[in-house]
């Protein structure tokens, strides 16, 4: 393990004196969330997936591509729709699921677009889902990392945006609190890297991280 991973909380791989695990909300929802992690994903500081999972009570995490654990079987959740969030030609909008009387499973492929796209069809079971799509919404707020693909968005704003579609009179609910959690953490790590200062950061920087990064929300010379 390096230094640099020891200073690292272990669940949510921010630096330890920034580490946001107790702002973590459990929300209650009918959907079930499960996101299907590429295994280069699972320990990046960046990856924002797992930390919408972790906000979920119904939710769930395999990861994919392990050589030596390969994912043999998706863990499909009996009297629910199942539904694969992704933009292949025959997918269908969202939207149509929106007052499904069947509470629906959401499998939400997280990792590069690369990476996702190659999931369909090396994960047992997956291609034989439907795919659906999320409308064209505003653009994306997620700061630390380039987006390839026009209209992307980090893996955390589309679980909010197809919560905010499939959970009616809650959704307003969910995505406040959700995006809160999620601004926290990109404004912190910006903070770290010296592109935000301490006063652009939601809710202000933690004394410990303070004494111990002076320079962070500083710009480098």
């Known amino acids: 393990m390096t230094r640099r991973e020891t ?3 272990a669940l949510c791989l ?3 004196t920034l580490c ?9 929802t009918r959907t079930r969330l499960s996101l ?3 295994y280069r994903e699972a320990r990046k500081p960046t990856n924002t997936g797992q930390l919408a999972a972790r906000c979920l009570v119904r939710s769930g995490v395999q990861v994919v591509g392990l050589r030596n654990d390969p994912l043999t079987a998706l863990e499909l959740e009996a009297g629910t729709q199942a539904l694969l969030l992704f933009p292949a030609k025959d997918a269908r909008p969202l939207t149509e699921f929106a007052n499904s009387p069947t509470p629906i499973q959401l499998f939400v492929p997280d990792g590069t677009w690369r990476q996702a796209s190659k999931m369909r069809q090396r994960v047992p079971g997956l291609a034989a889902l439907p795919c659906v799509t999320l409308p064209t ?5 997620y ?3 380039s987006e390839p693909r026009e209209g992307g968005l980090a893996t955390f704003e589309a679980i909010v945006r197809a919560l905010c579609i499939l959970e009616g009179e809650r959704a307003a609910e969910l995505e406040q609190t959700m995006l809160k959690l999620f601004n926290i ?3 912190r790590t910006c903070w770290l890297r010296g592109t935000l200062r301490d006063e652009q950061v939601s809710g202000g920087i933690p004394a410990a991280a303070l004494a111990h ?4 929300g500083k710009p480098a010379l």
């Open 7 to 9: 200073e690292r909380c």
């Open 14 to 16: 921010m630096h330890v």
């Open 20 to 28: 946001i695990c107790e702002l973590v909300p459990q929300l209650s």
């Open 36 to 38: 299907l992690v590429h």
């Open 137 to 141: 919404g505003d653009p994306s707020v």
């Open 143 to 145: 700061r630390l990392r």
């Open 185 to 187: 953490m990109v404004e």
């Open 213 to 216: 990064n002076p320079r962070g």
